[in-house]
């Protein structure tokens, strides 16, 4: 496949005497009318788009209904055009937490795991404190944390966690406990 730049005045058809079994238009601002070969039927075809003919050709015909300049691809082989177009609304609901509810302190006794916060939908974020007063830090994460894995809060550390999931804490410590501070930050 080669790339041919062209400049295409309203109406007008340029012919190629190339052969050939593809065609890819690579750029164009307008739809763009092809004829492969002897073929009469006039395909249209738009920036991206392209096709491959049943049999090789040994000429192609370009149109435009439009002044305009592009780059079409013609010869043996094939294009794989990996441009995309989106036109989309989106819709959603950002919206910060209206209620936020400092929960009990959770202590965790040494080598242990606690549940802090159990499965709530309307949750957006809980902050999770881990006191200057404490000796160690803490893992968190689900039901499965434990000393090897999870997040960690050091001592005098703050985590804001979106999650509604439950979430719990391990204290690697071998001899003291942890105290925990919770606020639950939620949308009602």
């Given at each position: ?5 062209l ?10 005497d190339i052969?050939?079994?593809s065609?890819h ?6 739809e ?13 075809r738009?920036?991206?788009?392209g ?6 050709y ?15 691809s013609?010869?043996?082989g ?8 989106l036109t989309?609304?989106i819709?959603t609901?950002i919206a910060?937490a209206n ?6 302190l959770?202590?965790i ?7 802090l916060?159990t499965?709530k939908?309307?949750?957006k974020?809980l ?5 200057s007063?404490?000796?160690?830090h803490?893992?968190f994460?689900d039901?499965t944390?434990d000393?090897?894995?999870?997040g ?6 703050i ?9 719990y804490a391990?204290?690697p ?5 942890v ?10």
């Amino acid at each position: 496949m080669r790339d041919y730049p062209l400049k295409l005045a309203i109406g007008q058809v340029i012919e190629f005497d190339i052969e050939g079994d593809s065609f890819h238009i690579v750029t164009a601002p307008s739809e763009v009318k092809v004829t492969l070969g002897t073929n009469e039927t006039e395909i249209t075809r738009y920036q991206g788009m392209g096709g491959q003919s049943p049999k090789p050709y040994t000429s192609v015909k370009i149109r435009s209904l439009v002044a305009q300049d592009i780059i079409i691809s013609l010869g043996y082989g094939g294009v794989s055009d990996s441009r995309s177009n989106l036109t989309a609304t989106i819709s959603t609901s950002i919206a910060p937490a209206n209620l936020n509810t400092p929960l009990a302190l959770v202590t965790i006794l040494p080598l242990t795991r606690a549940l802090l916060a159990t499965s709530k939908a309307s949750r957006k974020e809980l902050r999770i404190g881990v006191a200057s007063t404490n000796t160690t830090h803490i893992h968190f994460g689900d039901v499965t944390v434990d000393a090897t894995n999870g997040g960690i809060i050091e001592v005098g550390g703050i985590d804001y966690v979106s999650s509604e999931g439950a979430i719990y804490a391990y204290n690697p410590h071998a001899v003291d406990s942890v105290i925990v501070n919770l606020v639950s930050m939620e949308r009602l």
